[in-house]
């Protein structure tokens, strides 16, 4: 059993940070590639960034320069640095993470935690 628990969500004004933390807990032997994703409403869940295990990130284009990830490998924690928020940000953030537990590969998904930008 492997449980991911996101932190960090909230409201904010335009041009605002925000700061997202995921850590993984239970069975773990090692996580590969973490990474954040979101889902707007009415719109299908969309990458935002991913990082593996030696800290090589990717990014979706509309927040390349603007979000920065990260991760602790000893925490097994991913965080999401926002900044310069924008409207269109506005979304479930969900915390991602390909694990190797001790009986099973498995991809592991957070509760979500919600981000929401005012004009």
């Known amino acids: 059993q492997v449980q991911l628990v996101e932190s960090g969500g909230g409201l904010v004004q335009a041009g605002g940070s925000l700061r997202l933390s995921c850590a993984a807990s239970?069975?773990?032997?090692?996580?590969?590639?973490m990474g954040w994703y979101r889902q707007a409403p009415g719109k299908q869940r969309e990458l935002v960034a991913t990082i593996t295990s030696s800290g090589g990130a990717n990014y979706a284009d509309s927040v390349k320069g603007r979000f920065t990830i990260s991760r602790d490998n000893a925490k097994n924690t991913v965080y999401l640095q926002m900044n310069s928020l924008k409207p269109e940000d506005t979304a479930v953030y969900y915390c991602?993470?390909?694990?190797?537990?001790?009986?099973?590969?498995?991809?592991?998904w957070g509760q979500g935690t919600l981000v929401t930008v005012s004009p």
């Open positions: 991602n993470a390909a694990v190797q537990s001790i009986f099973r590969s498995l991809d592991a």
């Open positions: 239970g069975s773990i032997v090692i996580i590969k590639n």
